[in-house]
């Protein structure tokens, strides 16, 4: 029988392959926009997307090149739910996996990675440092700047939020919301 871990377990699979603060930062920031958009969106299951946010990544710490297949084989084998290994190997899409976001959790977790990123290094260019006072215009202005954060692909980010069917500025007010919920 397949295994869909909590929240809590999920940290707790996810440390045993990272070690680097920021991995962990990251995956808790994802788990967390997620179980908030889950809160807006699919509420019964916010366990699940907010363990599917933390999980994500598990395999880029150790397998950067091998991001997403490695993922696959590491959940396989902790006989984790094939649809929850499904939704975590498709935020790659078009990078590094060739499976297509196709369910709204999926389509969220595909804009979130690379929107959570961008909003962190907003909020950090910001003398609270904080994202509690970060607004959204803020961030869509370090969106059109491609110098900023440079590594954030918004391309992703605007095709997630073509896929949610959200306006951009829509996206980033509401993973703000979510990731305000880190701080609090």
């Given at each position: 029988?397949?295994?869909?871990?909590?929240?809590?377990?999920?940290?707790?699979?996810?440390?045993?392959?990272n070690?680097q603060q920021?991995?962990?930062?990251?995956?808790?920031?994802v788990g967390?926009?997620m179980?908030?958009?889950?809160?807006?969106?699919d509420?019964?299951?916010?366990?699940?997307w907010?363990?599917v946010?933390?999980?994500?990544?598990?395999?880029?710490?150790?397998?950067?090149?091998?991001?997403?297949?490695?993922?696959?084989?590491?959940?396989?084998?902790?006989?984790?739910?094939?649809?929850?290994i499904?939704?975590?190997?498709?935020?790659?899409?078009?990078?590094?996996?060739d499976?297509?976001?196709?369910?709204?959790?999926?389509?969220?977790?595909?804009?979130a990675?690379?929107?959570?990123?961008?909003?962190?290094?907003?909020?950090?260019m910001?003398?609270?440092?904080?994202?509690?006072?970060?607004?959204?215009?803020?961030?869509?202005?370090?969106?059109?700047q491609?110098?900023?954060?440079?590594?954030i692909?918004?391309?992703?980010?605007?095709?997630?939020?073509?896929?949610?069917?959200?306006?951009?500025?829509?996206?980033?007010?509401?993973?703000?919301?979510?990731?305000?919920k880190?701080e609090?």
């Open positions: 029988m397949s295994y869909i871990p909590s929240p809590s377990e999920a940290m707790s699979i996810l440390k045993k392959y070690t920021f991995h962990i930062l990251h995956a808790a920031t967390t926009v179980r908030h958009f889950a809160s807006l969106y509420k019964q299951n916010q366990d699940y907010e363990s946010g933390i999980l994500h990544d598990i395999d880029y710490e150790l397998y950067p090149n091998e991001h997403c297949s490695k993922a696959q084989i590491i959940l396989k084998d902790m006989d984790i739910e094939e649809n929850m499904r939704s975590i190997a498709s935020h790659g899409y078009g990078i590094c996996s499976i297509k976001p196709e369910s709204y959790m999926e389509k969220l977790l595909y804009a990675d690379e929107l959570t990123g961008l909003i962190w290094a907003t909020a950090l910001r003398p609270s440092k904080s994202v509690m006072d970060l607004e959204t215009k803020s961030v869509l202005k370090k969106f059109k491609p110098s900023f954060a440079a590594a692909n918004r391309q992703v980010i605007l095709d997630g939020a073509g896929m949610l069917d959200l306006d951009i500025e829509k996206l980033i007010f509401l993973t703000i919301e979510g990731m305000r880190m609090q």
